[in-house]
């Protein structure tokens, strides 16, 4: 059960940031194999940040991103929609393990609706790691939760650098400028569409490769997704076989969105034949244009739990 404590508070006028917890490699430390455990909670975190800056916390979860279910993003939504209720948050900001950061992200991207700043942040190096990126991480974050937001929508603060959810993607697995933006220039942001529980959506990605056949569609229709987000070759294409089962699912009325695997650069449906990305579309499927395979699975959830139209989401 999430817990909130107040950690500096000098007035209840004050503008405080809530910072609220999730967990991931900013709150781990070696167990006795050495292996990296989630074990701090968000008022440890704050105090190892140093920052001077008022803050509530908030203990939403604890586990590796890796493991965040659509319910655990439910409830951080909830969370957040709770400290923007109290006219003295000035922003919020949250912790989070860089594995599914970029998702989490996208999903408060295109739910919240408030001009008020989230910021997600989290770290490379466990807190007990001599040189431990964490605690600078979190109070860059927070330092920018209690300014007004410079560009609307959720932003990710890591290693120095803040970008905006939308397009983002973890470049590196150990750098300590994790995270990077599959667009040179900001991606226009599509109209918030409130916060709506995603939880119980069931929308699968499937990785493409070269001659794939069309088994592991099959398995996947089988256990009734609500929509496949395919993460495609080049710039968005995938095997005939593929191509032909995923057509066979636009014309079941399931819906199927292109990604690709490539990290930088739009999906474009150029491409004929079978699996082509030209043919795809003309079936239905929708471009995930920017966004990773994550963030289009992310953004297809949103659309299907909120009833809006993907394209919208995915534009």
């Keep these: 059960m999430a817990s909130c ?16 917890a999730t967990g991931g490699t900013i709150a781990s430390t070696a167990d006795a194999q050495g292996a990296r455990v989630p074990t701090l909670d968000g008022a440890a975190l704050i105090a190892h ?17 890796s493991s965040m279910r659509l319910a655990d993003i439910d409830e951080l939504a909830g969370h957040i929609q709770e400290a923007f209720a109290d006219p003295t948050t000035s922003g919020v900001v949250v912790t989070h393990g860089t594995d599914s950061m970029a998702e989490t992200a996208l999903a408060l991207d295109v739910m919240l609706d408030d001009e008020r700043p989230v910021v997600l942040t989290g770290a490379q190096l466990p807190a007990d790691d001599p040189h431990a990126d964490g605690p600078e991480n979190l109070a860059g974050a927070i330092a920018l939760a209690a300014l007004p937001a410079q560009q609307p929508g959720v932003q990710i603060h890591f290693g120095g650098m803040t970008l905006p959810a939308r397009g983002a993607l973890k470049r590196h697995t150990y750098e300590m400028q994790a995270f990077t933006s599959s667009a040179t220039t900001p991606l226009s942001r599509p109209r918030p569409v409130g916060v709506h529980r995603l939880a119980g959506k069931n929308v699968v990605v499937i990785a493409a490769w070269p001659g794939a056949g069309r088994a592991e569609v099959d398995a996947i229709v089988a256990t009734r997704p609500d929509g496949i987000v395919v993460a495609g070759l080049g710039a968005g294409n995938i095997s005939a076989d593929m191509g032909r089962a995923l057509g066979e699912c ?14 930088f650069g739009p999906v474009a449906f150029d491409y ?11 079936l239905g499927a929708l471009s ?28």
């Design 49 to 65: 940040s140093g920052t001077p800056i008022p803050t509530r916390v908030i203990d939403s979860t604890s586990l590796d991103s």
């Design 272 to 282: 004929g034949g079978a699996g082509g990305g030209n043919t795809l579309g003309s």
């Design 288 to 315: 995930a244009g920017y966004l990773s395979p994550g963030q289009a699975r992310m953004a297809l959830t949103v659309a299907l739990a909120s009833g809006t139209d993907p394209a919208v989401l995915l534009a």
């Design 250 to 263: 636009l014309q079941a009325g399931i819906p199927v969105v292109v990604s690709t695997q490539v990290p």
């Design 5 to 20: 404590i107040l950690m500096q508070f000098p007035g209840t006028s004050d503008p405080t940031v809530t910072v609220i």
